[in-house]
């Protein structure tokens, strides 16, 4: 008897934990998406400054990977960026929770530059990748891209956190964007391509799939971008949403690599893409997410010096 019961409690318990979640969720989308931009983004700064203090592991990761990164700096100027890139997370989290409330005359204010490399990506007839990174405000250039052309499919990789995915995706959706989840939606993935359609992938975080130089050092990257384009012919597409103040936005997209499809170098394609980042997180290096170990793959291999 008492075998059963417990076992009859763990779903319930789950179930009034993830009810929970969800209330939570609710509340935090309510009050830092606020409706007024200046507010929501405000509030966002200051959460982000809070987990700053309060997130030691992250925290102590960010100002090694900005010593790995930008070594000229002084502990003082490494500790203060730091600082800076908590709050754009905290910016860029606020703008997501707005996503519902964002208007269409809000979006359009977003500028745009390099435009005629996606109308020549899509000109091949086999689709775009719009390869971007944990940069700026990827969410919100998705957000931007559906709202202008058509519903964009991102690659993603699965929470394990159910209902926090749950949350996410609803607010996705709400944008236009449809998640694909890398290994299970391949076939998809590729389908959509061949329809000549747009595929979002962000490969910038530690992978071991590769190991090209980032700031100088051997990093682990995800080679999806590069194997998808040499399977498919589709175009790739670099990008970035930069945040150039309080609501406002720059799309870049930036000249097609291997337009033509002639390359089937993997690690020369991915050595590319991964210069492209580096020169835009150079010039606004408060806009990556450095919270994530950048270099770990590499670090274990012994790559790091």
Request: charge should be positive; include cysteine; proline fraction near 3%.
């Amino acid at each position: 008897m008492p075998t059963l019961s417990v076992g009859l409690m763990k779903p319930r318990t789950k179930l009034a934990v993830d009810s929970l979640i969800r209330r939570l969720l609710g509340a935090t989308e309510r009050f830092v998406g606020a409706e007024d931009v200046l507010t929501s983004e405000a509030r966002g700064r200051r959460i982000g400054r809070l987990v700053h203090r309060l997130d030691r592991k992250h925290r102590l990761q960010t100002v090694v990977n900005l010593g790995i990164a930008f070594p000229e700096l002084s502990d003082g100027e490494r500790s203060r960026l730091a600082i800076r890139v908590y709050e754009h997370v905290g910016i860029v989290a606020a703008s997501f929770l707005r996503t519902r409330r964002i208007s269409q005359a809000e979006l359009n204010l977003t500028e745009t530059t390099g435009i005629e490399h996606v109308h020549e990506a899509f000109s091949y007839g086999k689709g775009a990748l719009l390869t971007t990174a944990h940069f700026g405000n990827w969410e919100r250039a998705g957000h931007w891209w559906s709202s202008n052309f058509s519903t964009l499919a991102a690659v993603a990789r699965e929470s394990n956190q159910s209902v926090v995915e749950e949350f996410a995706t609803g607010i996705r959706k709400a944008a236009g964007v449809d998640v694909l989840y890398r290994g299970s939606d391949a076939r998809e993935m590729i389908r959509r391509l061949r329809s000549n359609q747009a595929l979002a992938i962000l490969p910038d975080q530690n992978s071991d799939e590769v190991f090209v130089p980032f700031f100088g050092h051997p990093a682990g990257c995800a080679n999806g971008p590069a194997k998808l384009h040499i399977k498919t012919g589709a175009a790739i597409v670099t990008g970035y949403c930069v945040r150039v103040g309080a609501g406002k936005y720059l799309n870049i997209a930036e000249p097609l690599i291997d337009p033509r499809g002639e390359s089937d170098d993997v690690e020369g394609i991915t050595r590319e893409i991964n210069s492209r980042l580096e020169n835009i997180v150079r010039q606004y290096p408060e806009q990556y997410l450095w919270l994530h170990d950048r270099w770990r793959s590499a670090r274990r291999r012994g790559l790091l010096g």
